[in-house]
C-alpha cells in the first residue's frame, strides 16, 4: 500500500518561504512521475510542479518558475518543494502525488494521471 505525507505547511508572510515535503512508505519514487498540485477553495486542483519518471523532465506551472523549486531526496522516498518570495495568492492546500506506474518520460500535469496522493498541507500566506 503506497502512501504519501506531507508536512510543511503553515502561515507565512509575504515574500515569506516554506519548504514543503512528502514522504512515501510502500514504495519509493525512483522511476515513477510526481507532482505537487493545490487547490484552491471551491476550484479544482492544479498542477504546480511535475517531474517524469525518468530523464529528468520536469515543469513548472509559470506563475511558480523561478520561485518554487522540486527536489528528491537521494534515497528516493522523499520530495520537496521549496517555495520562495510567496504571495497571498499562493495561499491553497498543497498536495503530492505519483503515478503508479514505473519509468514513464513524460511528466504529467493532470491530476487523473496520478494514482497516489497525499492528505494535502495547508499554506496560508498573509499580506
Known amino acids: 500500500q503506497v502512501q504519501l505525507v506531507e508536512s510543511g505547511g503553515g502561515l507565512v508572510q509575504t515574500g515569506g518561504s516554506l519548504r514543503l515535503s512528502c514522504a512515501a512508505s510502500?514504495?519509493?519514487?525512483?522511476?515513477?512521475?510526481i507532482a505537487w498540485f493545490r487547490q484552491f477553495p471551491g476550484k479544482e486542483r492544479e498542477i504546480v510542479t511535475a517531474?517524469?519518471?525518468?530523464?529528468?523532465?520536469?515543469y513548472y506551472k509559470d506563475s511558480v518558475r523561478g520561485l518554487f523549486t522540486f527536489s528528491k531526496d537521494n534515497a528516493k522516498t522523499a520530495v520537496y518543494l521549496q517555495m520562495n518570495s510567496l504571495k497571498p495568492e499562493d495561499t491553497a492546500v498543497y498536495y503530492c502525488?505519483?503515478?503508479?506506474?514505473?519509468?514513464?518520460?513524460?511528466?504529467?500535469?493532470?491530476?487523473?494521471?496520478?494514482?497516489?496522493w497525499g492528505q494535502g498541507t495547508q499554506v496560508t500566506v498573509s499580506s
Open positions: 502525488a505519483t503515478a503508479p506506474t514505473r519509468g514513464s518520460s513524460y511528466y504529467y500535469t493532470g491530476p487523473g494521471q496520478y494514482t497516489y
Open positions: 510502500g514504495r519509493t519514487f525512483s522511476g515513477y512521475a
Open positions: 517531474i517524469s519518471g525518468i530523464g529528468g523532465g520536469t
